[in-house]
């Protein structure tokens, strides 16, 4: 399968362990699993992207988000519930920010980077993943979309299930 280059905004549905990523045109973008040895495994056209299961750090529990090569590119920590930061191996901090409105539904941010939002209606069917211009333009914008998605899939999720379960 051939993939195309991110580009925004982005269809991302997510159907039991498997995770879509689709382009304004149509084209396959990322195509990811999670569970298994990894957190998340994503096929890019730059090749696989990995997210490793969480490990506890000096101050945080983080997972390692790892390039194709093999080679550690981020960090996503997580200092709290609802509180996340993505370290870029280049010591570039992104913060994260999730969050449940009642008239604008399930979604999160990614600092000025990305953001994502669930439709108000069956909005654990996809969410659509908005990338800035800035983002589009870096040389790890693969990796960034990839750690987007998945963090957005994971808020997304969480803020669901914590609506369901409080009754709201």
């Not at 995770?19 to 149509?26: E, I």
């Not at 509180?83 to 539904?105: C, D, F, N, Y």
């Amino acid at each position: 399968m051939t993939f195309d280059m991110p580009s925004s905004p982005l269809k991302v549905k997510t159907k039991k362990a498997d995770l879509v990523a689709t382009g304004p045109g149509g084209g396959v973008v990322l195509q990811g699993t999670t569970g298994g040895d990894f957190a998340f495994v994503c096929q890019t056209a730059e090749g696989a992207v990995t997210i490793t299961h969480s490990s506890k750090g000096e101050s945080a529990k983080f997972n390692s988000v790892r390039n194709a090569a093999g080679l550690e590119v981020a960090r996503i920590e997580h200092h709290m519930i609802k509180k996340w930061q993505i370290r870029m191996s280049t010591g570039e901090s992104i913060p994260v920010t999730s969050g449940r409105a009642m008239l604008t539904g399930h979604g999160c941010k990614i600092g000025d980077l990305a953001k994502a939002k669930a439709p108000w209606l069956a909005p654990q069917r996809y969410f659509k993943l908005t990338l800035s211009d800035e983002l589009l333009h870096r040389p790890d914008c693969v990796v960034i979309s990839v750690i987007a998605a998945w963090v957005a899939e994971v808020n997304i999720s969480a803020s669901i299930s914590a609506s369901v379960s409080s009754g709201g």
